[in-house]
T-cell receptor, first 116, second 115 residues
Framework: AQSVAQPEDQVNVAEGNPLTVKCTYS??????LFWYVQYPNRGLQFLLKYITGDNLVKGSYGFEAEFNKSQTSFHLKKPSALVSDSALYFCAVREKGSGNTGKLIFGQGTTLQVKP | DAGVTQSPTHLIKTRGQQVTLRCSPKSGHDTVSWYQQALGQGPQFIFQ???????QRGNFPDRFSGHQFPNYSSELNVNALLLGDSALYLC??????????????FGPGTRLTVL
């Protein structure tokens, strides 16, 4: 079965320091991977996606993600964290065979806490 | 350009009742997906509508049904509500195309509480 795992419930980082939010996936073949962010009482906002090509994907608000096929990982990164980055982050994979806009399978989410 | 909108924002129902949630997709989008997000969990896919037909369905019982209208807006209906149906219901819109995989854009959600 296809799945996504986010091994950390919470990540704490000081403002100005680099941050990493981890994600691993289990999908046969080439995966389509996404990161979303959710602020309190809000819907999900799209950050970035990996389809194919360059393993380093750049997205919104200074975020980037590194795709590693051998480790089946798609970790979210930012060189310098801001307090305003504090939110809930979700990694997702598109279900194989679900088409261009089909079903997303989400991880459990990781709460990012950036302290001043 | 309005993004995805959902109504109502909050809803309180009692067990056994029925509820209808509404969604208007982002301008130019033709596909609507619905997700259920329980507290502390990631969103779970309920179903997807395109061209007024249900195209994909997740592991949800028949009590969950939907509809898509010619203007691409959509409704999610839940019958015989259970306490476990309490959750944030998210609508996401996207555009089918022959190009590469497209991201889904999410609305703010409807918070359903079942008492």
């Amino acid at each position: 079965a296809q799945s996504v795992a986010q091994p950390e419930d919470q990540v704490n980082v000081a403002e100005g320091n680099p941050l990493t939010v981890k994600c691993t996936y289990s999908v046969s073949g080439n995966p389509y991977l996404f990161w979303y962010v959710q602020y309190p009482n809000r819907g999900l906002q799209f950050l970035l996606k990996y389809i194919t090509g360059d393993n380093l994907v750049k997205g919104s608000y200074g975020f980037e993600a590194e795709f590693n096929k051998s480790q089946t990982s798609f970790h979210l990164k930012k060189p310098s964290a801001l307090v305003s980055d504090s939110a809930l982050y979700f990694c997702a994979v598109r279900e194989k065979g679900s088409g261009n806009t089909g079903k997303l399978i989400f991880g459990q989410g990781t709460t990012l806490q950036v302290k001043p | 350009d309005a993004g995805v909108t959902q109504s109502p924002t909050h809803l309180i129902k009692t067990r056994g009742q029925q509820v209808t949630l509404r969604c208007s997709p982002k301008s130019g989008h033709d596909t609507v997906s619905w997700y259920q997000q329980a507290l502390g969990q990631g969103p779970q896919f309920i179903f997807q509508y395109y061209e007024e037909e249900e195209r994909q369905r997740g592991n949800f019982p028949d009590r969950f049904s939907g509809h898509q209208f010619p203007n691409y807006s959509s409704e999610l209906n839940v019958n015989a509500l259970l306490l476990g149906d309490s959750a944030l219901y998210l609508c996401a819109s996207s555009l089918r195309s022959s190009g590469g995989p497209n991201e889904q854009f999410f609305g703010p959600g409807t918070r359903l509480t079942v008492l």
